[in-house]
């Protein structure tokens, strides 16, 4: 198995196996924290070798600096069918709403197929060049 492509982006389509995407990125420009991201597509090409024909376990986790989960860790199940070719790929495009960020610093996306990492995304979280940023607020009693 091979992952061809592992992918932040804007949006992202799968047409017959062809894979679309739109706007990829490794940072995220936020003024003020808590934010929300409203939208974005994690995208992973894989290529499976004949004899690696089957079901497999995909699971995506959010991970933080802190090594804390940001998100639950996403997990599914993929079926690879052999073809003519003496490969054959799966896109996999993993649309997410939402996405609230908390602090700033480095998150990274832990792809793993059938319980083996396989591949590590960086997702920084910076505030714009320049501005001035103001800490989120503890809630009374905490700060």
């Given amino acids: 198995m091979n992952v061809e492509a592992f992918l932040i982006c804007d949006a992202a389509t799968d047409s017959h196996g062809k894979l679309n995407m739109l706007g990829a990125f490794d940072t995220v420009y936020v003024a003020q924290l808590p934010a929300v991201h409203p939208h974005c597509a ?6 499976f070798e004949r004899s690696e024909q089957g079901e497999h376990a995909i699971t995506l986790h959010l991970i933080d ?3 804390k989960h940001v998100i639950q860790p996403l997990e599914g199940r993929l079926r690879v069918h052999g073809g003519a070719s003496s ?3 799966s896109n996999l495009i993993l649309n997410m709403q939402g996405l ?3 602090k700033y610093g480095e998150l990274a996306f832990h792809l793993a197929i059938d319980g083996q990492p396989s591949g590590a995304l960086p997702l920084h ?3 714009p ?7 989120p607020t503890p809630p009374i009693g905490q700060g």
């Fill in 42 to 47: 994690v995208v992973v090409r894989l290529r």
């Fill in 65 to 67: 600096a802190d090594g």
């Fill in 87 to 89: 490969t054959a790929t």
């Fill in 100 to 102: 609230r960020l908390e």
């Fill in 125 to 127: 979280v910076l505030p």
């Fill in 129 to 135: 060049a320049g501005a001035a940023v103001t800490p």
